[in-house]
């Protein structure tokens, strides 16, 4: 026992002359000090080391995250504003959202592994989990450990936000759910799809534990984000004036929404007051071919199909409470093709933003990487993929051995977008 304690206290006494020696360096002092502990709790008690030096780790590697968000993110415009002091991180009136159902478990353990690695593990913003029936006790107990401390909220949704609307015909509703299945329509024969899209486009916003927040993250189960963030998209948002977020624009089934347009146009005309002059209308009714980059868009409207992918949408909420969304979406919820056809949310979101925000408040997240099957969106500069630290899939979700990504395909309307909306954001490289 002498010589065991004897030895400690060599290696403690070389410890601390180390430290002293190396002031310089508050990364090896931090190692330095976990490591003392542990010797001195080791003299009394074996079960104690391992958990000092975890402690020792998650306090490096706490300096190592502030001292990179201490460091300007050089990829992205010079002229944009970003946050310099790491203290205010994580301050944003802000959440991240999640509809799931209990069985999508698996889904949203994965999205959120992969959402917390590369975001939300430096600024801990809290996650809200939505269903339209009680989560089980095992989905809320593995989302609160895979939320890796930050806070979880579980919501249950009314009936009445979830289920169709009093003036709904039901048995209009099941003739259309029927045929939609014979045309194959796409998820056209799910009742639950319906209530989804209609929940997504004009209640989610609505639910108690969202009235706390001015910002929400969308997140789906069974995603991958592929890239470091490197800063906080929130902030970004708001001190750039911008007031909607997207990684992924393509093209609309037509047959899920035949007569949506008809019913957009009808708002347009009877209000006007609401339809911003600076709008992206172009970027929704453009036709002309660009180049070999898109396709010929052969809509029977003057709607060219064009959307933001709301799987991932980065929003404030305050748009979706405005009067012109309230009366955006009461015109269109009353028209009834959330139910007599399958409008999704994801059209209903983009043209609203598109028609009744200035266009300049709409951004493109091009450095990114997020992967929704079938597609996926990666930064294709070397530079970035490097800073970034992004691992971009190699293969489809049929196995192609090269996956481009979806903003090269001919569907993509990306380049509509760079047309139309407020331009292409050249990003400067990293030096």
Request: hydrophobic residues 35%; contains cysteine.
């Amino acid at each position: 026992m002498p010589s065991v304690l004897f030895r400690s206290l060599v290696v403690l006494l070389t410890l601390l002359i180390a430290s002293y020696l190396s002031q310089s360096t508050d990364h090896f002092k931090s190692t330095v000090d976990g490591l003392q502990q542990s010797v001195l709790l080791k003299l009394s008690s074996n079960s104690y080391i391992d958990l000092n030096l975890v402690e020792a780790y998650r306090k490096n590697k706490l300096r190592s995250q502030q001292h990179q968000q201490q460091q300007d993110p050089q990829y992205l415009k010079q002229s944009w504003v970003f946050p310099q002091s790491p203290s205010s991180y994580g301050r944003e009136n802000a959440t991240l959202v999640m509809l799931a159902r209990n069985s999508d478990l698996d889904g949203a353990l994965k999205s959120m592994r992969s959402l917390q690695d590369r975001f939300n593990s430096q600024y801990n913003y809290p996650w809200v989990f939505l269903n339209e029936v009680p989560f089980t006790s095992e989905f809320i107990e593995k989302t609160t450990l895979m939320a890796d401390g930050a806070p979880t909220y579980y919501e249950l949704v009314p009936e009445s936000d979830w289920e169709p609307p009093e003036f709904i015909d039901e048995s209009r509703l099941q003739a259309n759910l029927f045929q939609a299945e014979q045309d194959n329509v796409l998820y056209g024969g799910f009742r639950s799809y319906r209530n989804m899209c209609h929940f997504n486009s004009g209640y989610f916003y609505r639910q108690p534990i969202l009235l706390n927040y001015d910002w929400y993250f969308r997140v789906e189960p069974d995603v991958e984000y592929m890239c470091d963030f490197q800063y906080d998209p929130f902030r970004v948002l708001r001190e750039n004036h911008k007031q909607y977020g997207f990684v992924i624009t393509i093209h609309e089934y037509e047959n899920t929404i035949p007569t949506l347009w008809n019913h957009v146009e009808s708002f347009i005309e009877t209000y006007p007051q609401y339809i911003h002059p600076n709008n992206a209308w172009d970027f929704l009714t453009s036709k002309e071919p660009l180049a070999d980059i898109s396709l010929e868009i052969n809509s029977s409207s003057s709607y060219n199909l064009c959307h933001f992918w709301s799987n991932f949408e980065i929003g404030n909420l305050n748009f979706f409470r405005s009067e012109a969304y309230q009366k955006f979406f009461e015109h269109l919820d009353h028209a009834g093709g959330f139910y007599y056809e399958r409008w999704g949310d994801a059209p209903v979101h983009s043209i609203a933003v598109a028609l009744l925000l200035d266009k300049n408040e709409i951004h493109h997240f091009e450095d990114i990487g997020y992967y929704h099957a079938p597609y996926m969106t990666c930064p294709s500069a070397e530079d970035l993929l490097s800073s970034k630290r992004c691992i971009c899939r190699s293969e489809g979700l049929e196995g192609q051995s090269t996956f481009k990504g979806m903003d090269v395909e001919l569907h993509s309307c990306l380049p509509r977008w760079w047309k139309h909306g407020p331009g292409k954001t050249f990003m400067d490289p990293v030096v």
